[in-house]
């Protein structure tokens, strides 16, 4: 007879800076990392600075509409190009330690007295050879993914597989045409919890009855402790009188207009690891973007997409945000009360999954795999 219970990741995994390191050269730096919506940088010179493990990276927008990353390194003695964390350059991308100037597509194009500067063989300097380092963007769903691999994983079966392995039909998720829905509220959440914890809250509905009553007033199932992603191509239903996914369950709007009439009344939760979680339901998507800064820290950048019509024809949101809102705050704040115990050595040895939360396992393997039985 094997146990109902089994055992979870021992505690210094989600408090040890060590494993958090191995992570971010081997999870963070080396698979796709969800980094910015599209959409914000949408003039030329626009860009975002975010940190992917242990770098700074920059995307920018160009002169020629392409959306492109580079390390946010100067080639000359290192500098960081960009400090702010988003803005608009006019023209270029001026280094402020000693004014090596690069094109939006990274090429250098001026430095002090660069002209009568020579290489070895006495050619002039190569523009190319000591421009930004590029980082490989790929854009799907409205948002730029960036991977820092020299040798990047297929986006096709890392990423994109990630949301056919959930639904089953690979068309599924492009019936809610993400790319063109427009960003009606953000939130960023400041986490003091481990970005595992997260992961795995996300993963299991265990805690839904307790910890959400208005999630499980929407969507009854969800008392019963299974997750809505516990099989694949299963929506959970909207209870019998629940008119729209609202924080009261009033109606919401029209649904997205590709939608299948059997994504109609359902919601589905899609992980696309490691760092983002998408929720889909009729009339709009929340998307989830985890930036794991620290061992016990985790930002969550979360959107609320809807049709662009909704937006400018300046419907009201609050009730339609305010679910998945509160669902946030009770998850985050549930991460963070387990973050303090995963240094007590009650959790030396980890805790226990039940039933409902032995797909969990899974993840905990992945994660071992990843970064190596050394830590
Ligand atoms: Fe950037 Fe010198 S470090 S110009
Ligand atoms: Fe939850």
Known sequence: ?????????????????????????HIFEQMWFCAVRSGELADPGTFRRVQVGRESVLVVRGHDGELRAFLNICRHRGAMICTESEGQVRRNLRCPYHAWTYGLDGKLIAAPNLGSLQDDSGAPIDRVAYGLIPVALREWLGYAWVCLADDPPSFETEVMGAATARLGDPAAIDHYDMAELAVGKRVVYDVAANWKLIVENFMECYHCA??????????????????????????AEFGDRIDGFTVDGRAGFDPLPGLAPEQDRK????????????NLVPD??????????????????????YAPDVIESGGVLDHSVELFHRVNE??????????????SRAYRKGGVLVPAEHHIAEFHEWTRKKIGESC
Do not use: K, N
């Not at 919601?267 to 998408?278: D, E, H």
């Not at 009770?330 to 240094?343: G, H, K, Y």
């Open 1 to 25: 007879m094997t146990s109902d219970l089994i055992p979870t990741l021992g505690g210094e995994y989600y408090c040890d800076p060590a494993v958090f390191t191995a992570e971010q050269e």
């Open 210 to 235: 307790t910890i959400h009553p208005e999630l499980v007033e929407v969507l009854p199932e969800f008392a019963g402790g299974f997750a809505a992603q516990y099989y694949v191509g299963h929506g």
């Open 284 to 305: 709009h998507v929340i998307f989830h973007r985890m930036y794991p800064m620290a061992h016990d820290r985790t930002i969550v950048e979360c959107d609320w997409l």
């Open 330 to 343: 009770q998850d985050f704040a549930a991460c963070e009360r387990t973050q303090p115990a995963m240094s």
């Open 267 to 278: 919601y589905y939760a899609i992980t696309i690891r490691p760092t983002v979680f998408v």
